[in-house]
């Protein structure tokens, strides 16, 4: 059984940085995709940022060139650094794994296991 576990969400001021976490355990192997969506309230779920086994990587237009995400495939613990923080990054950020050959981004509904997410709040 799969269970994720994110961290590092806080409160900050717009152009502040943060780096979230997410921690990976019960399952040795390795997932094939790893992601971060994010929910504000009265939106829907978006896509934030993805990264495959193979590190390559696929961001949502709105914070390219401004989040990072990787992966330590070696503590099994998944990223996202976010420099740059505006006010419409505020939401609900989750993380989430699948096992499945595929396009990481595209292909969302392979996204089987999340965690419970941690706030991220942006003020001007």
């Known amino acids: 059984q799969v269970q994720l576990a994110e961290s590092g969400g806080d409160s900050v001021q717009a152009g502040g940085s943060l780096r979230l976490s997410c921690a990976a355990t019960?399952?040795?192997?390795?997932?094939?995709?790893m992601g971060w969506f994010r929910q504000a309230p009265g939106k829907e779920r978006e896509r934030v940022a993805v990264?495959?086994?193979?590190?390559?990587?696929s961001y949502a237009d709105s914070v390219k060139g401004r989040f990072t995400i990787s992966q330590d495939n070696g503590l099994n613990t998944l990223y996202l650094q976010m420099n740059s923080l505006k006010p419409e990054d505020t939401a609900l950020y989750t993380c989430a794994v699948h096992f499945q050959v595929g396009d990481c981004y595209t292909q969302s509904w392979r996204y089987n296991y999340w965690g419970r997410g941690t706030q991220v709040t942006v003020s001007s």
């Open positions: 990264i495959d086994r193979y590190d390559r990587t």
């Open positions: 019960g399952t040795s192997y390795r997932s094939y995709c």
